[in-house]
């Protein structure tokens, strides 16, 4: 089992940029690739970026030169830099994570909101 923990989300202005973190702990090393979805208002979840094992990404067209996805092997950690926000990256950003059996893990999700 892995368990997936995010952090970073909050309110922000447009313009601005935002860190989020994602934490992994459990059978981690089982795992082939982590990634970013968001969920907005009345709309689907959606693939935002990747990273895989080897630290090869892979994001989304929407976000291409805005989001940034990093991961720090030594903690398990994965990151998503968003820069500059605009308001239409306001969504619930999930954490997630795929083992060589190609089974989801998923987090909680945090909150990015972002003012015009």
């Known amino acids: 089992q892995v368990q997936l923990v995010e952090s970073g989300g909050g309110l922000v202005q447009a313009g601005g940029s935002l860190r989020l973190s994602c934490d992994a702990s459990g059978n981690t090393r089982s795992l082939k690739t982590r990634g970013w979805y968001r969920q907005a208002p009345g709309q689907q979840r959606e693939l935002v970026a990747t990273?895989?094992?080897?630290?090869?990404?892979d994001y989304a067209d929407s976000v291409k030169g805005r989001f940034t996805i990093s991961r720090d092997a030594a903690t398990n950690t994965v990151y998503l830099q968003i820069d500059p926000l605009k308001p239409e990256d306001t969504a619930i950003y999930y954490c997630?994570?795929?083992?060589?059996?190609?089974?989801?893990?998923w987090g909680r999700g945090t909150q990015v909101a972002v003012s015009s």
């Open positions: 990273i895989s094992r080897s630290g090869v990404a």
């Open positions: 997630n994570a795929v083992n060589w059996s190609n089974s989801d893990y």
